[in-house]
Protein backbone atom coordinates (compact mmCIF):
# COMPACT_ATOMS: atom_id res chain seq x y z
CA UNK A 1 0.00 0.00 0.00
CA UNK A 2 3.04 2.31 0.82
CA UNK A 3 4.48 1.44 -2.25
CA UNK A 4 1.38 2.59 -4.39
CA UNK A 5 1.14 5.52 -2.57
CA UNK A 6 4.51 6.31 -2.80
CA UNK A 7 3.95 6.08 -6.51
CA UNK A 8 0.80 8.24 -6.41
CA UNK A 9 2.79 11.05 -4.64
CA UNK A 10 5.49 10.75 -7.01
CA UNK A 11 2.98 10.96 -9.78
CA UNK A 12 1.25 14.19 -7.68
CA UNK A 13 4.71 15.83 -7.15
CA UNK A 14 5.79 15.80 -11.32
CA UNK A 15 2.33 17.37 -12.23
CA UNK A 16 2.71 20.19 -9.27
CA UNK A 17 6.57 20.77 -10.92
CA UNK A 18 4.78 20.64 -14.34
CA UNK A 19 2.10 23.08 -13.44
CA UNK A 20 4.88 25.21 -11.72
CA UNK A 21 6.43 25.00 -15.20
CA UNK A 22 3.41 26.23 -17.10
CA UNK A 23 2.74 29.12 -14.44
CA UNK A 24 5.54 30.68 -13.72
CA UNK A 25 6.17 31.95 -17.95
CA UNK A 26 2.90 33.77 -17.26
CA UNK A 27 3.48 35.19 -14.06
CA UNK A 28 6.83 36.61 -15.64
CA UNK A 29 4.42 37.54 -19.01
CA UNK A 30 2.38 39.48 -16.32
CA UNK A 31 5.41 41.08 -14.52
CA UNK A 32 6.86 42.14 -18.09
CA UNK A 33 2.87 43.29 -18.75
CA UNK A 34 3.25 45.54 -15.49
CA UNK A 35 6.27 47.07 -16.94
CA UNK A 36 5.16 47.62 -20.04
CA UNK A 37 1.89 48.95 -18.39
CA UNK A 38 4.19 51.51 -16.69
CA UNK A 39 6.05 52.33 -19.93
CA UNK A 40 2.72 52.43 -21.91
CA UNK A 41 0.70 54.66 -19.16
CA UNK A 42 3.78 57.11 -19.83
CA UNK A 43 3.69 56.91 -23.60
CA UNK A 44 -0.32 57.53 -22.83
CA UNK A 45 0.11 60.56 -21.69
CA UNK A 46 2.18 61.37 -24.89
CA UNK A 47 0.15 60.12 -27.36
CA UNK A 48 -3.08 60.12 -25.90
CA UNK A 49 -3.83 56.67 -27.57
CA UNK A 50 -6.91 54.53 -26.47
CA UNK A 51 -7.31 53.46 -23.38
CA UNK A 52 -5.53 50.01 -22.74
CA UNK A 53 -6.33 49.78 -19.57
CA UNK A 54 -8.95 47.53 -20.24
CA UNK A 55 -7.54 45.50 -22.60
CA UNK A 56 -4.78 44.41 -20.19
CA UNK A 57 -5.01 41.01 -18.40
CA UNK A 58 -2.46 39.67 -16.01
CA UNK A 59 -2.69 36.33 -15.68
CA UNK A 60 -0.59 35.62 -12.96
CA UNK A 61 -2.39 38.17 -10.59
CA UNK A 62 -5.43 36.79 -11.47
CA UNK A 63 -4.98 33.40 -10.51
CA UNK A 64 -2.99 34.18 -7.30
CA UNK A 65 -6.05 36.48 -6.38
CA UNK A 66 -8.41 33.57 -6.98
CA UNK A 67 -6.35 31.11 -5.34
CA UNK A 68 -5.70 33.28 -2.22
CA UNK A 69 -7.95 33.96 0.92
CA UNK A 70 -10.16 37.08 0.17
CA UNK A 71 -12.73 39.75 2.39
CA UNK A 72 -15.08 39.24 -0.35
CA UNK A 73 -16.74 36.60 -2.32
CA UNK A 74 -16.36 37.70 -5.60
CA UNK A 75 -18.84 36.00 -8.15
CA UNK A 76 -18.51 38.05 -11.46
CA UNK A 77 -18.07 41.22 -13.29
CA UNK A 78 -20.28 42.73 -15.58
CA UNK A 79 -18.51 45.46 -17.36
CA UNK A 80 -17.36 47.81 -14.52
CA UNK A 81 -19.66 45.82 -11.88
CA UNK A 82 -18.70 43.41 -10.14
CA UNK A 83 -21.00 41.05 -8.34
CA UNK A 84 -19.29 40.18 -4.97
CA UNK A 85 -21.11 38.60 -1.39
CA UNK A 86 -19.56 41.16 1.26
CA UNK A 87 -18.67 39.43 3.76
CA UNK A 88 -18.14 40.57 7.77
CA UNK A 89 -14.91 41.98 8.60
CA UNK A 90 -13.75 41.43 12.66
CA UNK A 91 -10.62 43.40 13.68
CA UNK A 92 -8.47 42.93 16.98
CA UNK A 93 -6.79 45.79 17.09
CA UNK A 94 -5.29 46.98 20.51
CA UNK A 95 -7.47 44.45 22.26
CA UNK A 96 -10.62 46.20 20.48
CA UNK A 97 -13.19 44.31 18.41
CA UNK A 98 -13.82 46.09 15.65
CA UNK A 99 -16.63 45.01 12.84
CA UNK A 100 -17.87 46.07 9.85
CA UNK A 101 -18.93 45.26 6.28
CA UNK A 102 -16.11 44.54 3.63
CA UNK A 103 -17.99 46.09 1.32
CA UNK A 104 -16.86 49.51 2.58
CA UNK A 105 -13.74 48.82 0.91
CA UNK A 106 -14.86 48.98 -2.28
CA UNK A 107 -12.93 45.96 -4.05
CA UNK A 108 -9.80 46.91 -1.72
CA UNK A 109 -9.64 50.28 -3.57
CA UNK A 110 -10.46 52.71 -0.89
CA UNK A 111 -10.22 52.62 3.25
CA UNK A 112 -12.48 52.40 5.54
CA UNK A 113 -12.46 53.57 9.34
CA UNK A 114 -8.33 54.04 9.06
CA UNK A 115 -8.32 50.94 7.99
CA UNK A 116 -7.47 49.29 4.16
CA UNK A 117 -6.13 46.09 2.41
CA UNK A 118 -2.53 46.57 1.52
CA UNK A 119 -2.51 45.79 -2.06
CA UNK A 120 1.78 45.81 -1.94
CA UNK A 121 4.08 44.75 0.09
CA UNK A 122 4.78 42.34 2.70
CA UNK A 123 1.03 42.37 4.31
CA UNK A 124 -0.14 41.77 0.63
CA UNK A 125 -4.36 41.15 0.91
CA UNK A 126 -3.79 41.93 4.95
CA UNK A 127 -6.37 44.49 6.21
CA UNK A 128 -3.53 47.51 7.66
CA UNK A 129 -4.17 50.80 9.29
CA UNK A 130 -3.98 53.56 7.00
CA UNK A 131 -2.40 57.17 8.06
CA UNK A 132 -4.67 60.19 7.86
CA UNK A 133 -4.75 60.75 4.03
CA UNK A 134 -6.83 57.50 3.59
CA UNK A 135 -4.01 56.11 1.12
CA UNK A 136 -0.86 55.34 2.62
CA UNK A 137 0.07 52.92 4.58
CA UNK A 138 0.74 53.21 8.45
CA UNK A 139 3.71 50.77 8.51
CA UNK A 140 4.57 52.05 12.44
CA UNK A 141 1.51 51.01 13.42
CA UNK A 142 0.86 46.84 14.34
CA UNK A 143 -1.39 45.02 12.06
CA UNK A 144 -4.52 44.16 13.37
CA UNK A 145 -5.63 40.67 14.75
CA UNK A 146 -7.61 39.69 11.37
CA UNK A 147 -10.77 37.69 12.25
CA UNK A 148 -12.61 38.17 9.54
CA UNK A 149 -15.30 36.03 8.10
CA UNK A 150 -13.33 35.71 4.87
CA UNK A 151 -14.32 34.13 1.27
CA UNK A 152 -12.54 30.73 3.25
CA UNK A 153 -13.74 31.30 6.41
CA UNK A 154 -17.24 31.23 5.04
CA UNK A 155 -16.30 28.36 2.72
CA UNK A 156 -15.28 26.24 5.39
CA UNK A 157 -18.51 26.85 7.34
CA UNK A 158 -20.85 25.76 3.97
CA UNK A 159 -18.29 23.14 3.86
CA UNK A 160 -18.84 21.81 7.71
CA UNK A 161 -22.19 22.70 7.25
CA UNK A 162 -22.29 20.24 4.05
CA UNK A 163 -20.49 17.62 6.18
CA UNK A 164 -22.77 17.98 9.35
CA UNK A 165 -25.71 17.88 7.00
CA UNK A 166 -25.03 14.85 5.57
CA UNK A 167 -23.89 12.88 8.09
CA UNK A 168 -26.31 13.95 10.71
CA UNK A 169 -29.01 12.73 8.52
CA UNK A 170 -27.15 9.62 7.28
CA UNK A 171 -26.58 8.79 11.03
CA UNK A 172 -30.55 9.52 11.60
CA UNK A 173 -31.20 6.93 8.61
CA UNK A 174 -29.25 4.50 10.63
CA UNK A 175 -30.72 4.30 13.63
CA UNK A 176 -34.20 4.19 11.88
CA UNK A 177 -32.91 1.77 9.50
CA UNK A 178 -30.83 -0.32 11.45
CA UNK A 179 -30.29 -4.16 10.10
CA UNK A 180 -31.36 -2.95 6.48
CA UNK A 181 -29.80 -2.70 3.32
CA UNK A 182 -28.69 1.42 3.17
CA UNK A 183 -31.47 3.59 1.20
CA UNK A 184 -30.07 6.96 -0.52
CA UNK A 185 -27.08 9.10 0.82
CA UNK A 186 -26.50 6.12 3.21
CA UNK A 187 -25.65 3.68 0.74
CA UNK A 188 -23.26 6.90 -1.18
CA UNK A 189 -21.69 7.52 2.01
CA UNK A 190 -21.64 4.14 3.68
CA UNK A 191 -18.77 2.38 0.89
CA UNK A 192 -16.60 5.39 1.81
CA UNK A 193 -17.16 4.67 5.48
CA UNK A 194 -16.55 0.96 5.35
CA UNK A 195 -13.38 1.94 3.10
CA UNK A 196 -11.90 4.31 5.24
CA UNK A 197 -12.85 1.78 8.28
CA UNK A 198 -11.52 -1.44 6.56
CA UNK A 199 -8.71 -0.21 3.97
CA UNK A 200 -7.31 2.66 6.10
CA UNK A 201 -7.78 2.55 9.58
CA UNK A 202 -7.62 -1.38 10.45
CA UNK A 203 -4.36 -2.17 8.63
CA UNK A 204 -2.61 0.74 9.59
CA UNK A 205 -3.92 0.91 13.32
CA UNK A 206 -4.38 -2.58 13.64
CA UNK A 207 -7.53 -4.45 14.49
CA UNK A 208 -7.68 -3.99 18.45
CA UNK A 209 -7.17 -0.32 18.55
CA UNK A 210 -8.98 1.52 15.18
CA UNK A 211 -12.21 2.05 16.76
CA UNK A 212 -11.24 5.30 18.91
CA UNK A 213 -9.47 6.90 15.98
CA UNK A 214 -12.24 6.48 13.52
CA UNK A 215 -14.20 9.78 14.18
CA UNK A 216 -11.45 11.97 13.43
CA UNK A 217 -10.49 9.79 10.20
CA UNK A 218 -13.70 9.97 8.85
CA UNK A 219 -14.30 13.83 9.89
CA UNK A 220 -10.95 14.29 8.51
CA UNK A 221 -11.51 12.40 5.21
CA UNK A 222 -14.88 13.39 4.46
CA UNK A 223 -13.62 17.02 5.80
CA UNK A 224 -11.11 16.96 2.95
CA UNK A 225 -13.36 15.19 0.63
CA UNK A 226 -16.36 17.49 0.68
CA UNK A 227 -14.01 20.79 0.67
CA UNK A 228 -11.81 19.62 -2.46
CA UNK A 229 -15.22 18.58 -4.21
CA UNK A 230 -16.99 21.95 -3.51
CA UNK A 231 -13.25 23.60 -4.19
CA UNK A 232 -14.18 22.12 -8.10
CA UNK A 233 -17.09 24.46 -8.34
CA UNK A 234 -16.61 27.56 -10.26
CA UNK A 235 -19.49 29.33 -8.67
CA UNK A 236 -20.61 30.20 -5.28
CA UNK A 237 -20.69 28.18 -2.93
CA UNK A 238 -18.22 26.47 -4.57
CA UNK A 239 -14.84 28.03 -6.19
CA UNK A 240 -12.80 28.77 -3.05
CA UNK A 241 -9.23 26.92 -2.81
CA UNK A 242 -10.21 25.84 0.81
CA UNK A 243 -8.33 22.86 1.43
CA UNK A 244 -5.96 24.54 -0.55
CA UNK A 245 -4.78 26.90 2.07
CA UNK A 246 -2.25 26.44 4.30
CA UNK A 247 -3.83 27.91 7.34
CA UNK A 248 -6.24 24.25 6.98
CA UNK A 249 -3.77 21.83 6.24
CA UNK A 250 -1.80 23.08 8.96
CA UNK A 251 -4.36 23.41 11.20
CA UNK A 252 -5.81 19.74 9.95
CA UNK A 253 -1.98 18.21 10.37
CA UNK A 254 -1.88 20.05 13.97
CA UNK A 255 -4.72 17.79 14.93
CA UNK A 256 -3.29 15.18 13.98
CA UNK A 257 0.53 15.63 15.47
CA UNK A 258 -1.25 15.96 18.79
CA UNK A 259 -3.72 13.06 18.44
CA UNK A 260 -0.47 11.04 17.58
CA UNK A 261 1.43 12.70 20.34
CA UNK A 262 -1.27 11.87 22.93
CA UNK A 263 -1.90 8.39 21.85
CA UNK A 264 1.61 7.03 22.18
CA UNK A 265 2.84 4.80 24.39
CA UNK A 266 6.43 4.16 25.45
CA UNK A 267 7.67 2.19 23.28
CA UNK A 268 7.27 4.93 20.62
CA UNK A 269 9.43 7.10 22.61
CA UNK A 270 12.17 4.62 22.93
CA UNK A 271 12.08 3.97 19.30
CA UNK A 272 13.06 7.71 19.12
CA UNK A 273 15.55 7.58 21.74
CA UNK A 274 16.99 4.60 21.41
CA UNK A 275 16.43 3.32 18.03
CA UNK A 276 16.38 -0.67 18.20
CA UNK A 277 18.41 -2.23 15.29
CA UNK A 278 20.49 1.17 14.39
CA UNK A 279 24.96 0.66 15.11
CA UNK A 280 25.60 2.41 19.15
CA UNK A 281 27.71 4.68 17.21
CA UNK A 282 24.81 6.38 15.40
CA UNK A 283 23.58 7.11 18.83
CA UNK A 284 25.94 7.49 21.29
CA UNK A 285 28.39 10.16 20.73
CA UNK A 286 27.19 12.09 18.50
CA UNK A 287 22.91 11.08 19.10
CA UNK A 288 22.15 11.16 15.25
CA UNK A 289 19.87 8.90 14.74
CA UNK A 290 17.47 10.51 17.89
CA UNK A 291 18.06 13.54 16.00
CA UNK A 292 16.61 12.14 12.83
CA UNK A 293 13.67 10.37 14.87
CA UNK A 294 12.80 14.35 16.56
CA UNK A 295 12.82 15.67 13.47
CA UNK A 296 10.80 13.14 11.64
CA UNK A 297 8.07 13.73 14.48
CA UNK A 298 7.41 16.96 13.00
CA UNK A 299 8.07 16.65 9.78
CA UNK A 300 5.77 14.26 9.14
CA UNK A 301 2.26 16.76 9.68
CA UNK A 302 4.68 19.18 8.16
CA UNK A 303 5.09 16.70 4.76
CA UNK A 304 0.58 16.54 5.26
CA UNK A 305 0.25 19.99 5.47
CA UNK A 306 2.09 20.97 2.11
CA UNK A 307 1.08 17.79 0.47
CA UNK A 308 -2.98 18.86 0.90
CA UNK A 309 -2.20 22.20 -0.05
CA UNK A 310 0.76 21.78 -2.97
CA UNK A 311 -1.66 19.45 -4.60
CA UNK A 312 -5.08 21.35 -4.53
CA UNK A 313 -3.63 24.65 -4.94
CA UNK A 314 -1.56 23.08 -8.24
CA UNK A 315 -5.10 21.83 -9.63
CA UNK A 316 -6.70 25.31 -9.20
CA UNK A 317 -3.71 26.96 -10.56
CA UNK A 318 -3.77 24.58 -13.37
CA UNK A 319 -7.10 25.07 -14.77
CA UNK A 320 -7.23 29.00 -14.04
CA UNK A 321 -3.81 28.84 -16.23
CA UNK A 322 -6.23 27.20 -18.67
CA UNK A 323 -8.96 29.40 -18.35
CA UNK A 324 -6.42 32.44 -18.62
CA UNK A 325 -4.67 31.35 -21.80
CA UNK A 326 -7.97 31.84 -23.53
CA UNK A 327 -8.03 35.75 -22.67
CA UNK A 328 -3.96 36.22 -22.98
CA UNK A 329 -4.77 35.12 -26.77
CA UNK A 330 -8.07 37.33 -26.84
CA UNK A 331 -5.66 40.34 -25.70
CA UNK A 332 -3.53 39.57 -29.01
CA UNK A 333 -6.36 38.50 -31.05
CA UNK A 334 -10.01 37.90 -30.52
CA UNK A 335 -9.94 34.93 -33.28
CA UNK A 336 -7.13 33.49 -31.72
CA UNK A 337 -8.76 33.75 -28.34
CA UNK A 338 -11.77 32.10 -29.60
CA UNK A 339 -9.44 29.30 -30.95
CA UNK A 340 -7.62 28.67 -27.97
CA UNK A 341 -10.45 28.61 -25.93
CA UNK A 342 -11.76 25.48 -27.66
CA UNK A 343 -8.49 23.49 -26.70
CA UNK A 344 -8.39 25.48 -23.28
CA UNK A 345 -12.09 23.62 -22.46
CA UNK A 346 -10.92 20.65 -23.42
CA UNK A 347 -8.08 20.51 -21.58
CA UNK A 348 -9.83 22.04 -18.45
CA UNK A 349 -12.71 19.25 -19.54
CA UNK A 350 -9.80 16.84 -18.70
CA UNK A 351 -7.90 18.87 -15.30
CA UNK A 352 -11.70 19.09 -14.16
CA UNK A 353 -11.62 14.64 -14.31
CA UNK A 354 -8.29 15.08 -12.77
CA UNK A 355 -9.10 17.20 -10.27
CA UNK A 356 -12.11 14.42 -9.31
CA UNK A 357 -9.85 12.03 -8.81
CA UNK A 358 -6.71 14.35 -6.80
CA UNK A 359 -9.78 15.17 -4.74
CA UNK A 360 -10.56 11.75 -3.45
CA UNK A 361 -6.62 10.87 -3.54
CA UNK A 362 -5.54 13.43 -1.64
CA UNK A 363 -8.37 12.69 1.38
CA UNK A 364 -6.95 9.45 1.11
CA UNK A 365 -3.36 10.16 1.10
CA UNK A 366 -4.25 12.41 4.06
CA UNK A 367 -6.15 10.26 6.18
CA UNK A 368 -4.30 7.40 5.38
CA UNK A 369 -0.87 8.80 6.41
CA UNK A 370 -2.54 10.03 9.63
CA UNK A 371 -3.99 6.78 10.49
CA UNK A 372 -0.24 4.83 10.13
CA UNK A 373 1.07 7.51 11.80
CA UNK A 374 -1.50 6.52 14.72
CA UNK A 375 -0.35 3.67 14.26
CA UNK A 376 3.15 4.25 14.55
CA UNK A 377 2.18 5.97 17.63
CA UNK A 378 1.66 2.56 19.93
CA UNK A 379 4.57 0.65 18.15
CA UNK A 380 4.29 -3.08 20.08
CA UNK A 381 6.88 -4.88 21.24
CA UNK A 382 7.26 -7.43 18.57
CA UNK A 383 7.90 -4.78 15.71
CA UNK A 384 11.13 -3.73 17.64
CA UNK A 385 12.34 -7.30 17.89
CA UNK A 386 11.19 -7.46 13.79
CA UNK A 387 13.83 -4.67 13.44
CA UNK A 388 16.54 -6.14 15.38
CA UNK A 389 16.18 -9.60 13.51
CA UNK A 390 16.43 -7.43 10.08
CA UNK A 391 19.54 -5.47 11.55
CA UNK B 1 4.17 34.79 -0.19
CA UNK B 2 0.49 35.24 0.73
CA UNK B 3 0.19 31.58 -0.64
CA UNK B 4 2.14 30.07 1.94
CA UNK B 5 1.34 32.33 4.97
CA UNK B 6 -1.17 30.83 7.12
CA UNK B 7 -3.34 33.39 7.86
CA UNK B 8 -4.73 34.00 11.65
CA UNK B 9 -8.08 34.15 10.95
CA UNK B 10 -8.61 31.58 8.81
CA UNK B 11 -6.90 29.12 11.77
CA UNK B 12 -8.79 30.52 14.32
CA UNK B 13 -12.28 29.58 12.95
CA UNK B 14 -10.88 26.66 11.79
CA UNK B 15 -9.78 25.38 14.94
CA UNK B 16 -12.88 26.29 16.39
CA UNK B 17 -15.01 25.03 13.81
CA UNK B 18 -13.32 21.83 13.10
CA UNK B 19 -13.12 20.96 16.90
CA UNK B 20 -16.84 21.54 16.82
CA UNK B 21 -17.81 19.91 14.20
CA UNK B 22 -15.38 16.99 15.37
CA UNK B 23 -16.88 17.06 18.02
CA UNK B 24 -21.00 16.79 17.01
CA UNK B 25 -19.80 13.90 14.28
CA UNK B 26 -18.12 11.77 16.43
CA UNK B 27 -20.76 11.58 19.22
CA UNK B 28 -24.15 12.03 16.94
CA UNK B 29 -22.84 10.56 13.66
CA UNK B 30 -19.73 8.51 13.82
CA UNK B 31 -20.86 6.92 16.80
CA UNK B 32 -24.44 5.88 15.94
CA UNK B 33 -23.14 4.75 12.44
CA UNK B 34 -19.97 2.61 13.73
CA UNK B 35 -22.17 0.94 15.89
CA UNK B 36 -24.70 -0.02 13.32
CA UNK B 37 -22.62 -1.21 10.93
CA UNK B 38 -20.87 -3.14 13.07
CA UNK B 39 -24.43 -4.37 14.35
CA UNK B 40 -25.21 -5.12 11.28
CA UNK B 41 -22.33 -7.04 9.85
CA UNK B 42 -23.01 -9.04 13.02
CA UNK B 43 -26.22 -9.32 12.02
CA UNK B 44 -25.45 -10.84 9.07
CA UNK B 45 -22.55 -12.86 10.38
CA UNK B 46 -25.41 -14.36 12.46
CA UNK B 47 -28.18 -14.91 9.83
CA UNK B 48 -25.63 -16.22 7.47
CA UNK B 49 -24.32 -18.70 10.14
CA UNK B 50 -27.53 -19.67 11.48
CA UNK B 51 -28.70 -19.91 7.75
CA UNK B 52 -25.49 -22.68 6.80
CA UNK B 53 -26.58 -24.14 10.35
CA UNK B 54 -30.00 -24.77 9.17
CA UNK B 55 -28.65 -26.22 5.73
CA UNK B 56 -26.35 -28.63 8.06
CA UNK B 57 -29.35 -30.15 9.92
CA UNK B 58 -31.94 -30.24 6.71
CA UNK B 59 -28.89 -32.19 5.04
CA UNK B 60 -28.66 -34.21 8.81
CA UNK B 61 -32.88 -34.90 9.06
CA UNK B 62 -32.54 -35.58 5.54
CA UNK B 63 -30.18 -38.67 5.44
CA UNK B 64 -31.80 -39.34 9.25
CA UNK B 65 -34.80 -39.92 7.54
CA UNK B 66 -33.40 -41.90 4.61
CA UNK B 67 -31.75 -43.63 7.26
CA UNK B 68 -35.12 -44.34 8.37
CA UNK B 69 -37.12 -45.48 5.84
CA UNK B 70 -34.03 -47.80 4.93
CA UNK B 71 -34.38 -49.27 8.74
CA UNK B 72 -38.13 -49.53 8.09
CA UNK B 73 -37.96 -51.19 4.76
CA UNK B 74 -35.32 -53.61 6.05
CA UNK B 75 -37.66 -54.14 9.09
CA UNK B 76 -40.68 -55.02 6.96
CA UNK B 77 -38.45 -57.06 4.70
CA UNK B 78 -37.82 -58.86 7.86
CA UNK B 79 -41.11 -59.30 9.12
CA UNK B 80 -42.35 -60.27 5.52
CA UNK B 81 -39.62 -62.95 5.81
CA UNK B 82 -40.32 -64.32 9.13
CA UNK B 83 -43.84 -63.94 8.45
CA UNK B 84 -43.54 -66.51 5.50
CA UNK B 85 -41.07 -68.85 7.02
CA UNK B 86 -44.02 -68.85 9.84
CA UNK B 87 -46.30 -69.78 7.29
CA UNK B 88 -44.98 -72.23 6.03
CA UNK B 89 -43.44 -73.73 9.31
CA UNK B 90 -47.66 -73.61 10.16
CA UNK B 91 -48.20 -75.41 6.93
CA UNK B 92 -45.74 -78.16 7.12
CA UNK B 93 -46.56 -78.99 10.96
CA UNK B 94 -50.29 -78.99 9.94
CA UNK B 95 -49.52 -81.29 7.47
CA UNK B 96 -47.32 -83.56 9.63
CA UNK B 97 -50.15 -83.37 11.87
CA UNK B 98 -52.92 -84.46 9.65
CA UNK B 99 -50.56 -87.28 8.11
CA UNK B 100 -50.04 -88.57 11.40
CA UNK B 101 -54.05 -88.08 12.55
CA UNK B 102 -54.65 -89.77 9.14
CA UNK B 103 -52.11 -92.82 9.86
CA UNK B 104 -54.01 -92.97 13.80
CA UNK B 105 -57.33 -93.18 11.92
CA UNK B 106 -56.44 -95.77 9.27
CA UNK B 107 -54.66 -97.59 11.97
CA UNK B 108 -57.58 -97.53 13.98
CA UNK B 109 -59.78 -98.42 11.29
CA UNK B 110 -57.21 -101.69 10.41
CA UNK B 111 -57.79 -102.81 13.95
CA UNK B 112 -61.22 -102.20 14.21
CA UNK B 113 -61.74 -104.13 10.85
CA UNK B 114 -59.08 -107.10 11.99
CA UNK B 115 -61.66 -107.26 15.10
CA UNK B 116 -64.38 -107.31 13.14
CA UNK B 117 -63.33 -109.84 10.79
CA UNK B 118 -62.38 -111.69 13.83
CA UNK B 119 -65.44 -111.79 15.58
CA UNK B 120 -67.05 -112.85 12.44
CA UNK B 121 -64.83 -115.74 12.23
CA UNK B 122 -65.44 -116.78 15.21
CA UNK B 123 -69.69 -116.03 14.86
CA UNK B 124 -68.60 -118.26 11.89
CA UNK B 125 -66.46 -121.13 13.49
CA UNK B 126 -69.28 -121.01 15.78
CA UNK B 127 -72.31 -121.47 13.67
CA UNK B 128 -70.32 -123.91 11.63
CA UNK B 129 -69.51 -125.88 14.29
CA UNK B 130 -73.06 -125.82 16.13
CA UNK B 131 -74.52 -126.43 12.38
CA UNK B 132 -71.90 -129.55 11.98
CA UNK B 133 -72.99 -130.87 15.16
CA UNK B 134 -76.31 -130.44 14.43
CA UNK B 135 -75.92 -131.91 11.10
CA UNK B 136 -74.39 -134.44 12.50
CA UNK B 137 -76.46 -135.47 15.29
CA UNK B 138 -78.93 -135.37 12.42
CA UNK B 139 -77.35 -138.01 10.20
CA UNK B 140 -76.49 -140.22 13.26
CA UNK B 141 -80.02 -139.65 14.06
CA UNK B 142 -81.10 -140.95 10.48
CA UNK B 143 -78.04 -143.53 10.08
CA UNK B 144 -78.98 -145.36 14.00
CA UNK B 145 -81.95 -145.67 13.46
CA UNK B 146 -82.42 -149.01 12.73
CA UNK B 147 -80.07 -151.58 14.84
CA UNK B 148 -78.55 -152.77 11.93
CA UNK B 149 -76.78 -149.93 11.01
CA UNK B 150 -75.79 -149.51 14.14
CA UNK B 151 -74.19 -152.94 14.28
CA UNK B 152 -72.53 -152.16 11.02
CA UNK B 153 -71.24 -148.81 12.38
CA UNK B 154 -69.74 -150.82 15.37
CA UNK B 155 -68.31 -152.94 13.43
CA UNK B 156 -67.17 -150.35 10.74
CA UNK B 157 -65.46 -148.66 13.87
CA UNK B 158 -64.20 -151.51 15.12
CA UNK B 159 -62.24 -152.80 12.12
CA UNK B 160 -60.44 -149.24 12.45
CA UNK B 161 -59.24 -150.19 15.67
CA UNK B 162 -56.55 -152.16 15.88
CA UNK B 163 -55.08 -153.50 18.65
CA UNK B 164 -51.86 -153.67 19.12
Known amino acids: MNLTFCKKANYIKTLFFLLLIFVYPFQKISASDEISEKKETKTEAKHEGASSEKEKFNAGKVIIEHVVDNHEWHIAKFGETHVTIPLPVILIDNGKLITFCSSNFHHATQSYNGYIIAEEGKHKGKIVKVLEDGITIDESAAVPVDLSITKNVMSLFIGLFVLCAIFLSVARKYKKNNLRAPKGLQSMVEPLIIFVRDDIAKPSIGEKRYGKFMPFLLTIFFFIFINNLLGLIPFFPGGANLTGNIAITMVLAVFTFLITTFSTNKAYWTHIINTPGVPWWLKFPIPLMPIVEILGVFTKPFVLMVRLFANITAGHIIILSFTSLIFIFANINIGVGYGVSIISIIFNVFMGLLELLVAFLQAYVFTLLSAIYFGMAQVEHHHEEAHDHSA | ?164
Open chain 2, 1 to 164: MELVTPGIGLIFWMTLSFAIVLFILAKYAWKPIMNMLHEREQFIENALSSADKAKQEMANLQSNNEQLLKEAKEERDALLRDARKVRENLIEEAKGKAQLEANKIVEQAKENIQFEKMNAITDLKNQLASLSVDIAERILRDELSNVEKQKEVINNLLKDIKFN
